[in-house]
């Protein structure tokens, strides 16, 4: 079974420090598509980053970047310069291509930013 | 670019009663739709995807069934709610022309059983 594993239900960063969030997956497949993302209290859904298995380059999109371990099938967000508006709840997810390409989740992180 | 719609934003519904969830997506054709769960404090469950009009895949047998009578258009229904129904539902498509690596998701329903 193909399972998405997020071991921290929440975490605390300062504002402007940094934090990692953590995510596992486990997958038979090579190629593949991992993702981030935040959902603020509002509970829309948006994509912070994504992820190429094929790439061995992390990706990067401003303050947020991930650190893709492939053998290792980790796959975690780094949050640099922490600012009041990313404290939400965020969510790893792994792409199925025999599903429709439908989404699998984490269970999410919360993130609190205090000032 | 696309844009997702859903409606009801809110939705109160006495157990037994029967429901009808809208989604419709703009901007592309094609897409691929998806019905997604979430309940509170938990991450999202998969409960339908459907890659063509007319073709539904279910993930999670219950009482709710979902249709695609246009490209664009895809609906989540039930002839008799259960308490355990209660929840957050998402829509989310991936765009035709995204090589199925992009998923955009809608505002959502909150839907309460009571």
């Known amino acids: 079974a193909q399972t998405v594993t997020q071991s921290q239900p929440e975490m605390s960063v300062q504002e402007a420090e940094t934090v990692t969030l953590s995510c596992t997956y486990d997958t038979s497949e090579s190629d593949y598509y991992l993702f981030w993302y935040k959902q603020p209290p509002s509970r829309q859904m948006i994509l912070v980053i994504r992820q190429e298995a094929y790439k061995q380059q992390n990706a990067t999109e401003n303050r947020f970047s991930v650190n893709f371990q492939k053998a290792a099938k980790s796959f975690s967000l780094k949050i640099s310069d922490s600012q009041l508006g990313d404290a939400a709840m965020y969510f790893c997810?792994?792409?199925?291509?025999?599903?429709?390409?439908?989404?699998?989740f984490g269970k999410g992180t919360s993130l609190l930013v205090t000032p | 670019s696309q844009t997702i719609h859903q409606w009801p934003a809110t939705l109160v519904q006495p157990v037994g009663s029967p429901l009808s969830l809208e989604c419709t997506v703009e901007?592309?054709?094609?897409?691929?739709l998806y019905w997604y769960r979430q309940a509170a404090g938990r991450g999202l469950q998969l409960l339908f995807y459907s890659v063509g009009i007319g073709q539904i895949s279910s993930e999670v047998p219950q009482n709710l069934s979902a249709s695609r009578p246009q490209d664009r258009q895809f609906i989540l229904s039930s002839k008799k709610l259960l308490l355990s129904d209660s929840g957050f539902y998402l829509c989310a498509c991936t765009p035709g022309t995204s090589g199925r690596s992009e998923q955009f998701f809608g505002p959502g329903t909150r839907l309460t059983v009571l």
């Open positions: 901007g592309t054709s094609n897409p691929n």
């Open positions: 997810a792994y792409i199925f291509s025999n599903s429709g390409y439908a989404l699998n």
